[in-house]
T-cell receptor, first 114, second 110 residues
């Protein structure tokens, strides 16, 4: 398996633009997580899905953030409009919740909002 | 969710054994203890998981006392490449939320 695949690897955009981050979880995993990491706040859980259904989005910072999981093999995290304080590394992770397996992380998307 | 407390940073030298202790006083009966390692510019990766007593794999050992209110990750004979952030997590087998604390930044010196 190729592991959790995230794209793009790097994203540079200007304030006010829409940003879409993409994630392909490991095949067979039924839980997907989006995290954001900054030096100041560490690794924050934004939202997680189980069987494609959002379970808890209390970590999503504002209404500018939205996440979807239209099927078991794809998820997106969208920021609209983006702001400089959104600059961070965004990680997607997946696991098999039924067997309580470990989390597998993608390589992350380094987002810079100018 | 059980809160965890671990040292912010630790320094070591190559070849030494490193022990990182994590406190989790409010651990619940169904909770497991899991440790992750994160290198710069990478996502965290699983190291080891345990419920009680001792667990050992090819990377580390995990010691959990009988009361389970703390755990110790032991890295034998560290090398420069073990410089990373180590996270201790406590979550239950049926739970969904996986919350990371601040972690322990280990710096291994030559």
């Amino acid at each position: 398996d190729a592991g959790v695949i995230q794209s793009p690897r790097h994203e540079v955009t200007e304030m006010g633009q829409e940003v879409t981050l993409r994630c392909k979880p490991i095949s067979g995993h039924n839980s997907l997580f989006w995290y954001r990491q900054t030096m100041m706040r560490g690794l924050e859980l934004l939202i997680y899905f189980n069987n494609n259904v959002p379970i808890d989005d209390s970590g999503m910072p504002e209404d500018r953030f939205s996440a979807k999981m239209p099927n078991a093999s794809f998820s997106t995290l969208k920021i609209q409009p983006s702001e400089p304080r959104d600059s961070a590394v965004y990680f997607c992770a997946s696991k098999n919740q039924i067997r309580n397996e470990k989390l597998f992380f993608g390589s992350g998307t380094q987002l810079s909002v100018l | 969710l059980a809160k965890t407390t671990q040292p912010i940073s630790m320094d070591s030298y190559e070849g030494q054994e490193v022990n990182i202790t994590c406190s989790h006083n409010n651990i619940a009966t169904n909770d497991y203890i899991t440790w992750y390692q994160q290198f710069p510019s990478q996502g965290p990766r699983f190291i080891i998981q345990g419920y009680k007593t001792k667990v050992t794999n090819e990377v580390a050992s995990l010691f959990i006392p009988a009361d389970r209110k703390s755990s110790t990750l032991s890295l034998p004979r560290v090398s420069l490449s073990d410089t990373a952030v180590y996270y201790c997590l406590v979550d239950n087998t049926g739970g969904f939320k996986t919350i990371f604390g601040a972690g322990t930044r280990l710096f291994v010196k030559a």
